[in-house]
């Protein structure tokens, strides 16, 4: 054991969430060390959004030029498998993170390699590969950003036939010949989508009746048709109970008999990685989602906070960095003695956690949604109205696809007359998403909407006859 380190804040794992509040804990003036047993970057950088985002790509760019009439007829060859495996690689940096480790030395922030252990309060030990320890111990704050790892499902026998998670879905080095995907949430609508346009015969199992089963009831419809009319063998209502090899197969009992295929991917959702990370000499459970209030601070442990994947509260990238921001500012604030306001929008809490958190899932068509859904402002009693309107039906999107079809939905708070929830279904619409979101965030009043005029002819005209319908 070597005499120890002494820093302001201590951050248990380098995930894009980690990676943050260590730069702003640091922009703020204090000292800081970030612990990363794996990969500097994280899920995100290496199995999760960048490399399931270029598998999408290159057959999204293909859909679209083949929407185009005169363009179509330039698509003449199959997507290039190998091609897109190495952008793939590429994005990944092959799994490589010394630009990351680069850019974390240059931001001022030290590095310690090797999995990192709470042992006491603001106490933490490191072991590396080799089994030597370093250990750290925090002045002020432990930030514990360890972020999630797949769920295993307990289905009988799963075990046995090696099943893919999301790190294996995203870092495969060829497209199986038969991929059989247990779960209807986004990764498995990602992931079903890539592997069949690079070659695959998927089939995929989802126990609820519709896919994305916590978005507008229209996203998931219009998932599920796109991806059989590519191919998809897309089985609803269907709940996997066992799993077995046979031989070379796989086989997934289900209620209607066997399913057969090469590679399955179970994609059920996240749990907590606090399961080995020494939160019980904190006086906490391992393996449960860290309990934070919204300054992201662990309650009951004013040292302690948890950020990201890791406290389960939106598990998204875009999330886990703004956590970071406010949870830094938190930390950095608190230190200089300064007022930390929990309120709602203060500069150090995570509100938009609550109500107003943006998420794309990348499917063809794209799903862009912020805020609530119709059943969600149903359950928690929202009053609301909810305004439809028809994507093809505007003109910039009639340009940019011939056949263009896709759904507005806006749920507006009738009292107040504000944005409370916008969700698009359609080709490209990801990038109409920040719009919708800064509406909900800022409660922007319909009546300055108006003022918010959308160029012509791009698809943002929908927030005119989004307007218009409202209006009626
Ligand atoms: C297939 C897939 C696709 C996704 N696509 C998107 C997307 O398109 N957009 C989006 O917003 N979100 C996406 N997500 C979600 C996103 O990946 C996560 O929300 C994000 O990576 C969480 O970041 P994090 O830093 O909190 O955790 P992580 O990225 O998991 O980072 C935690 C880090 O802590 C390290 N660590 C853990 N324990 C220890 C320890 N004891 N000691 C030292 N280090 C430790 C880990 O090695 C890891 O590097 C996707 C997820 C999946 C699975
Ligand atoms: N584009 C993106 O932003 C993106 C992409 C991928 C993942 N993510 C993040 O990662 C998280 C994890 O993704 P995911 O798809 O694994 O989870 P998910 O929560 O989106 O979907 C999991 C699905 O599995 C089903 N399920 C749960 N337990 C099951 C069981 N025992 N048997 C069968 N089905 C079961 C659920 O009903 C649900 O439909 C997402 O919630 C999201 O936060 C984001």
């Not at 270029?54 to 760019?61: F, I, K, M, N, V």
């Not at 012509?456 to 218009?468: A, C, K, M, N």
Request: with cysteine; net charge negative; proline share 4%.
């Amino acid at each position: 054991m070597d005499a120890g380190q002494t820093y302001d804040v201590v951050v248990l794992g380098a995930g894009s969430t980690g990676e943050n509040v260590a730069d702003v804990v640091v922009r703020g003036g204090l000292t800081a060390v970030l612990v990363e047993a794996e990969l500097v970057g994280g899920e995100c950088s290496y199995w999760a959004c960048m490399p399931s985002k270029a598998l999408l790509r290159g057959s999204e760019a293909i859909a679209a030029a083949r929407a185009v009439d005169g363009a179509a007829q330039a698509v003449t060859g199959a997507q290039d498998v190998a091609a897109t495996l190495a952008r793939r690689d590429a994005f990944t940096h092959d799994w490589d993170d010394s630009s990351q480790a680069r850019w974390v030395r240059g931001a001022g922030i030290d590095l310690v390699r090797g999995t990192g252990r709470l042992v006491g309060e603001r106490r933490v030990v490191v072991t590396d590969g080799e089994g030597r320890t370093t250990r750290l111990t925090a002045r002020h704050a432990v930030a514990v950003c360890t972020g999630s790892e797949a769920a295993v499902p307990p289905i009988e026998g799963l075990a046995d036939v090696d099943p893919w998670t999301p790190r294996e879905a995203t870092s495969a080095k060829a497209a199986p010949g038969r991929l059989l995907v247990v779960g209807g949430g986004y990764v498995g609508c990602e992931m079903a989508t890539a592997w069949q346009a690079l070659g695959a015969e998927v089939t995929l199992l989802h126990r609820g009746e519709r896919l994305l089963e916590d978005m507008e009831p229209e996203a998931g419809d219009a998932v599920a048709a796109a991806l059989r009319e590519r191919g998809v063998d897309v089985r609803l209502d269907t709940d996997v109970t066992t799993a077995r090899r046979d031989g070379t197969e796989a086989v997934l009992g289900t209620g209607d008999g066997e399913v057969r295929g090469d590679e399955v991917l179970v994609a059920v959702g996240r749990r907590a990685r606090t399961g080995d990370i020494g939160i019980d000499s904190a006086g906490l459970t391992p393996g449960e989602y860290l309990d934070v209030d919204d300054s992201l601070q662990v309650r009951g442990l004013p040292w302690l906070y948890g950020v990201g994947d890791v406290n389960g509260r939106r598990q998204l990238t875009h999330m886990g960095k703004y956590q970071a921001r406010q949870a830094g500012a938190a930390i950095v604030a608190r230190v200089r003695g300064e007022q930390v306001s929990l309120a709602d929008w203060s500069p150090f809490v995570a509100t938009a956690d609550r109500g107003a958190t943006p998420s794309v899932v990348f499917t063809d068509p794209q799903v862009a949604s912020v805020g609530l859904t119709r059943a969600q402002a149903r359950q928690s009693g929202v009053a609301h109205r909810v305004v439809e309107y028809p994507l093809g039906s505007v003109a910039g999107a009639a340009l940019y696809a011939d056949g263009y079809t896709g759904t507005a939905v806006a749920l507006v708070d009738p009292d107040r007359e504000v944005l409370i929830g916008v969700t698009f279904v359609g080709p490209a619409v990801a990038d109409l998403l920040h719009a919708a979101t800064i509406a909900v965030v800022g409660e922007v009043p319909i009546a300055r909407l108006w003022h918010a005029v959308p160029a012509y002819p791009t698809t943002s005209e929908i927030w005119l006859r989004l307007l218009e319908t409202w209006r009626g």
